[in-house]
């Protein structure tokens, strides 16, 4: 049985009273989600009881917190089903995955007319860390146009590869139209002419299970934030075939083996690519929020978030002169519209006045805005400790302010 009710105790914030309205309706979820106790919880006993920097002492909380640190990484390599937890690498979050890859794959693979294929509904994270290689490097991006039901138009993505092509950068869920791209099919058509694929599971990895293996994928990214656990902390899932292949990102401690002033060897998998002192209490918090989703089952997060669209899209679909982007079918957590010409941020600021929290502009991604000829779009998202009643709220409110203009 999943039982929101009982599940959204374990979220201290879900109580809070906004401009005196009870509770807070927070449907930010695309943004980041709220934390459970657990997590904060154990990221405080870390502080008040292990705290010591990782991987270079020999006494005994160093050993501890390194201990808690490794074992995060394994609790992340199972919840992606990894082969190696020396294929988990930890970043700041998505963005840092991205330019991480970009950066790194580049320098060992591509070289000027060399293509990356991204897509029209790509985050600026999976945009423009490419245009800082094109840059430099000289390199093209190729664009996989959108259908006008707001999926990828997949005859074209076929028709991009050429003998230019060296990769696929490509988002699995879009922040904006809730569209869930055939990654499966993406990558099987990449490895057919031996392209790798990076996948950003920004929006994925919250909202139902990945297998990086089932999925083949090469490369993927993902941010502890917008996954109940803390901010500062992500992942950079890699083959080890690539990773051992492509040159560091950053420089300093724990990535290197030997240094003398005339060179440095680097060292083994996934250390190369974490340099400095990581944010090791973060990725307990993270593991705490891997195990918090995995007890309730991603499965029932999964359908649980799922009957909410389908919830909410019916309902919302009723509101007069409601336009709703993106497909109606195969579809996340993330419902995008405008309503006549009210001005999304005149709808946002008034729904924040009825203690609705819902995400206006244009969601770090222009160019899918200029495709969908807005400048922007509300956006409410929906994560596993939100209830039919906060859709029911979200209406009503739309109606209200819909009676004000
Ligand atoms: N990719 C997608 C699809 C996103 O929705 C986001 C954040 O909204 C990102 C990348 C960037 O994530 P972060 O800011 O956590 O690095």
């Known amino acids: 049985m999943y039982d929101v009710e009982r599940i959204r105790e374990d979220f201290p914030i879900l109580k809070r009273t906004i401009y005196g309205k009870y509770p807070l309706v927070y449907l930010d979820n695309a943004a980041t989600t709220q934390k459970p106790r657990s997590v904060v919880?154990?990221?405080?006993?870390?502080?008040?009881?292990?705290?010591?920097?990782?991987?270079?002492?020999?006494h005994f909380l160093s050993q501890q917190a390194t201990d808690l640190h490794e074992r995060s990484r394994e609790t992340v390599r199972s919840f992606l089903n990894a082969r190696s937890a020396s294929e988990i690498v930890f970043t700041r979050g998505t963005t840092e995955s991205i330019n991480l890859v970009a950066n790194c794959y580049a320098e060992a693979f591509m070289r000027e007319g060399d293509e990356v294929i991204i897509s029209e509904m790509e985050h600026h994270s999976n945009i423009v860390s490419w245009q800082l290689v094109q840059a430099r490097k000289g390199i093209r991006l190729r664009v996989i146009p959108l259908t006008d039901e707001g999926y990828l138009d997949m005859e074209a993505y076929r028709q991009l590869f050429n003998e230019h092509t060296r990769i696929v950068s490509i988002t699995h869920v879009s922040n904006v139209l809730g569209t869930v791209n055939p990654v499966e099919e993406i990558i099987r058509i990449a490895h057919d002419h031996d392209v790798p694929v990076l996948v950003d599971g920004a929006q994925s990895a919250p909202h139902f299970a990945v297998d990086v293996r089932k999925l083949d994928c090469d490369f993927f990214a993902f941010s502890g934030h917008k996954l109940y656990a803390p901010t500062g902390i992500g992942v950079?899932?890699?083959?080890?075939?690539?990773?051992?292949?492509?040159?560091?990102?950053?420089?300093?401690?724990?990535?290197?083996?030997?240094?003398?002033?005339?060179?440095?060897?680097?060292?083994?998998?996934?250390?190369?690519?974490?340099?400095?002192?990581?944010?090791?209490?973060?990725?307990?918090?993270?593991?705490?929020?891997?195990?918090?989703?995995?007890?309730?089952?991603?499965?029932?997060?999964?359908?649980?978030?799922?009957?909410?669209?389908?919830?909410?899209?019916?309902?919302?679909?009723?509101?007069?002169?409601?336009?709703?982007?993106g497909p109606k079918d195969g579809r996340?957590?993330?419902?995008?519209?405008?309503?006549?010409?009210?001005?999304?941020?005149?709808?946002?600021?008034?729904?924040?006045?009825?203690?609705?929290?819902?995400?206006?502009?244009?969601?770090?991604?222009?160019?899918?805005m200029r495709r969908l000829g807005v400048e922007g779009t509300c956006r409410a998202s929906f994560a596993l400790y939100n209830t039919r009643a906060e859709v029911d709220a979200l209406v009503a409110g739309i109606e209200r302010v819909r009676k004000m203009f």
């Open 41 to 58: 919880e154990a990221m405080t006993d870390e502080y008040y009881n292990v705290n010591a920097n990782v991987h270079r002492g020999v």
């Open 236 to 325: 950079l899932y890699g083959k080890e075939k690539w990773l051992d292949r492509i040159p560091p990102y950053m420089g300093g401690g724990e990535m290197i083996k030997t240094v003398t002033m005339e060179k440095t060897t680097y060292n083994d998998l996934p250390y190369k690519f974490e340099a400095g002192t990581p944010d090791y209490v973060a990725s307990t918090g993270l593991a705490r929020a891997l195990e918090y989703v995995s007890a309730l089952g991603m499965a029932h997060i999964e359908a649980h978030e799922r009957d909410l669209v389908q919830y909410a899209m019916r309902r919302m679909g009723e509101i007069e002169d409601v336009h709703i982007f």
């Open 332 to 368: 996340d957590s993330v419902i995008s519209f405008r309503v006549g010409d009210i001005h999304h941020l005149d709808m946002g600021t008034l729904l924040d006045r009825l203690g609705i929290a819902v995400r206006t502009g244009h969601h770090c991604a222009e160019p899918l």
